[in-house]
């Protein structure tokens, strides 16, 4: 009865909110399109439809409003005007009650709440659609006091997000009876949603996002990530360092503190990239609401990273896709670009190269023609995007995922300085980026990555070679001349090999110095 009665309120909304219009623009039933105007009489249409769907998902409850945060990152599916939108979904969810907070907690630990934490905070100090955060005080293994923040997962989740979800099951297969439904992808993007929030429930997941952050920062002096305390996470609860900061969007105040304004955008790029380039796995889910500024002595002028329950990674087959795609889109080389859409199989194989070399081409050379300060990054590829549905193109999600997040990155750092350059500043990033993927630290890389294989072979070399001569007739001139020639033969491959790797050595760092020559 209830799951009906969830499914009728969810209905009234999609129609009270015109959302049926983004359904049946192009759906030939007029009987349809009829009856949803005569049940809904007295509606008001004039907000832009992707203002009314916003405040449909933010009507529907915290589950919806995940959704939609969900869906803006997919801007290859949707048209802007709806993305932009999404985009402005905060987590502005009011708080469950505390009783409910530390029951979690005593029933996680398996303790009463004053036998875990020296101090803790009833009332939360933010909210969001899957769980709440406290302050608290704990005593560490060296029985030193901490200030800790302890993120609560809201109660009830899972049967609750499961029945939301096979309500939207059912919904994408309405919006998928339509032709502008369709091209939206409803029942991928409902699947990928169940992936994100069904990770985002294990808090013990996102503690070890951060953990990995936090290790891949050390020594790059830009930016804060709070330390994990493991002896007090578990699936449902999650206990982090407490930061303390201002956060980004507040210009004003952190200019009044003396904060070099241009300069924090500059450090906003150089994490991004270094977290996306260097380390292959990066922060996703970076707008305002997760960035602070520290204004402490120690600390002064560095950002502070929250909330890490979406995190992206790239494989070195992606981060070889993309130093290809850069080089060759420096170079104005489309038909390379679209030559690597192919060989990639992310375009089906009888794609006709010349005509996504024109699709490609239409879209960048007009950048080349701006000041790169004008240039947008994250606008260059959201275009090569959208062009590419036209050419059936499988985008791979966790493309999409550092594309929205350069986006964000890319508006947060002109919002702090508008003269940003982003290219100028992503410049020394790519370069170092492309020598390591072309140059000789990969082969340098890969010998070392194969080094203990290597190991495993070459002490069991003299015993091979001694078993098998014992084993040949010791009066068999003939062999043993073979043995010689063979032994010569290996010597001059020997030679060979060296004198070749030492040519394709000198080769890479000639191709180092074209590709460093290129840059300047």
């Given at each position: 009865?209830?799951?009906?009665?969830?499914?009728?309120t969810?209905?009234?909304?999609?129609?009270?909110?015109?959302?049926?219009e983004?359904v049946?623009?192009?759906?030939?039933?007029?009987?349809?399109?009829?009856?949803?105007?005569?049940i809904?009489?007295?509606?008001?249409?004039?907000?832009?439809?992707?203002?009314?769907?916003?405040?449909?998902?933010?009507?529907?409850?915290?589950?919806?409003?995940?959704?939609?945060?969900?869906?803006?990152?997919r801007?290859?599916?949707?048209?802007?005007?709806i993305?932009?939108?999404?985009?402005?979904?905060?987590?502005?969810v009011?708080?469950?009650?505390?009783?409910?907070?530390i029951?979690?907690?005593?029933?996680?630990?398996?303790?009463?709440?004053?036998?875990?934490?020296?101090?803790?905070?009833?009332e939360?100090?933010?909210?969001?659609?899957?769980a709440?955060v406290?302050?608290?005080?704990?005593?560490?293994?060296?029985?030193?006091?901490?200030?800790?923040?302890?993120?609560?997962l809201?109660?009830?989740?899972?049967?609750?997000?499961?029945?939301?979800?096979?309500?939207m099951?059912?919904?994408?297969?309405?919006?998928d009876?339509?032709?502008?439904?369709?091209?939206l992808?409803p029942?991928?993007?409902?699947?990928?949603?169940?992936?994100?929030?069904?990770?985002?429930?294990?808090?013990v997941?996102?503690?070890?996002?951060?953990?990995q952050?936090?290790?891949?920062?050390?020594?790059?002096?830009?930016?804060?990530i709070?330390?994990?305390?493991?002896?007090?996470?578990h699936?449902d609860?999650?206990?982090?360092e407490?930061?303390?900061?201002?956060?980004?969007?507040?210009?004003?105040?952190?200019?009044?503190?003396?904060?070099?304004?241009?300069?924090?955008?500059?450090?906003g790029v150089?994490?991004?990239?270094?977290?996306?380039?260097?380390?292959?796995f990066?922060?996703?889910?970076?707008h305002?609401?997760n960035?602070?500024?520290?204004?402490?002595p120690?600390?002064?002028?560095?950002?502070?990273?929250l909330?890490?329950?979406?995190?992206?990674t790239?494989?070195?087959?992606?981060?070889?896709?993309?130093?290809?795609n850069?080089?060759?889109?420096f170079?104005?080389?489309?038909?390379?670009?679209?030559?690597?859409?192919?060989?990639?199989?992310?375009?089906?194989?009888?794609?006709?190269?010349n005509?996504?070399?024109?699709?490609?081409r239409?879209?960048?050379?007009?950048?080349f023609d701006?000041?790169?300060k004008?240039?947008?990054?994250?606008?260059?590829?959201?275009?090569?995007?959208?062009?590419?549905?036209?050419?059936?193109?499988?985008?791979q999600?966790q493309?999409?995922?550092?594309?929205?997040?350069?986006?964000?990155?890319?508006?947060?750092?002109?919002?702090?300085?508008?003269?940003?350059?982003?290219?100028?500043?992503?410049?020394?990033?790519?370069?170092?980026?492309?020598?390591?993927?072309?140059?000789?630290?990969?082969?340098?890389?890969?010998?070392?990555?194969?080094?203990?294989?290597?190991?495993?072979i070459l002490?069991d070399?003299?015993?091979?070679?001694?078993?098998?001569?014992?084993?040949?007739?010791?009066?068999n001139r003939?062999?043993?001349?073979?043995?010689?020639?063979?032994?010569?033969?290996t010597n001059?491959l020997?030679?060979?090999?060296?004198?070749?790797?030492?040519g394709?050595?000198?080769?890479?760092?000639a191709?180092?110095?074209?590709?460093?020559?290129h840059?300047i």
């Amino acid at each position: 009865m209830s799951r009906f009665l969830r499914g009728v309120t969810i209905v009234w909304v999609v129609l009270r909110y015109g959302l049926d219009e983004l359904v049946l623009s192009s759906f030939d039933r007029p009987w349809l399109r009829a009856l949803t105007r005569v049940i809904t009489v007295g509606r008001r249409l004039d907000a832009p439809r992707g203002q009314r769907l916003r405040e449909a998902l933010e009507r529907l409850g915290p589950i919806f409003v995940k959704f939609g945060q969900v869906l803006s990152t997919r801007r290859d599916l949707m048209p802007p005007d709806i993305a932009d939108e999404l985009a402005l979904l905060q987590d502005r969810v009011p708080p469950f009650d505390p009783d409910i907070a530390i029951a979690t907690i005593e029933r996680s630990f398996r303790r009463p709440i004053g036998e875990i934490f020296v101090s803790f905070e009833r009332e939360p100090v933010a909210s969001a659609s899957i769980a709440q955060v406290h302050f608290a005080v704990i005593r560490d293994r060296d029985g030193r006091e901490r200030d800790v923040a302890v993120k609560v997962l809201r109660p009830g989740m899972l049967p609750v997000i499961d029945k939301d979800l096979a309500l939207m099951r059912m919904m994408a297969g309405w919006v998928d009876l339509s032709a502008d439904g369709r091209r939206l992808k409803p029942r991928e993007v409902v699947a990928e949603f169940d992936m994100y929030l069904h990770d985002e429930l294990d808090l013990v997941r996102e503690a070890a996002n951060a953990a990995q952050l936090r290790r891949n920062m050390e020594g790059l002096d830009l930016v804060l990530i709070p330390e994990v305390f493991w002896d007090f996470c578990h699936a449902d609860v999650a206990v982090l360092e407490r930061m303390n900061g201002v956060p980004i969007n507040q210009v004003e105040r952190l200019r009044a503190a003396g904060v070099d304004i241009p300069k924090l955008a500059r450090d906003g790029v150089t994490i991004f990239f270094t977290q996306v380039f260097r380390d292959g796995f990066f922060h996703a889910d970076m707008h305002p609401g997760n960035i602070q500024v520290s204004l402490d002595p120690a600390s002064f002028g560095r950002y502070i990273s929250l909330d890490f329950g979406i995190v992206g990674t790239l494989t070195e087959f992606d981060k070889e896709y993309l130093a290809q795609n850069f080089t060759a889109f420096f170079r104005r080389d489309y038909k390379r670009v679209a030559e690597l859409h192919i060989e990639s199989g992310w375009v089906p194989a009888n794609t006709r190269v010349n005509e996504l070399e024109a699709a490609i081409r239409t879209v960048c050379e007009p950048y080349f023609d701006r000041p790169l300060k004008e240039i947008s990054l994250g606008m260059v590829l959201l275009r090569l995007f959208q062009t590419s549905r036209r050419f059936q193109v499988e985008i791979q999600p966790q493309l999409v995922l550092l594309q929205k997040t350069l986006l964000n990155i890319e508006g947060l750092g002109r919002q702090l300085d508008p003269d940003l350059d982003l290219w100028s500043t992503a410049k020394p990033f790519l370069e170092k980026w492309m020598l390591e993927q072309l140059g000789p630290q990969r082969l340098w890389r890969e010998l070392k990555a194969e080094a203990p294989h290597y190991a495993k072979i070459l002490p069991d070399l003299p015993r091979l070679v001694h078993d098998f001569l014992r084993q040949r007739p010791h009066d068999n001139r003939a062999e043993l001349q073979e043995l010689l020639a063979t032994q010569k033969r290996t010597n001059r491959l020997l030679q060979s090999i060296i004198y070749g790797s030492l040519g394709f050595v000198l080769g890479l760092l000639a191709m180092q110095l074209v590709v460093r020559l290129h840059f300047i």
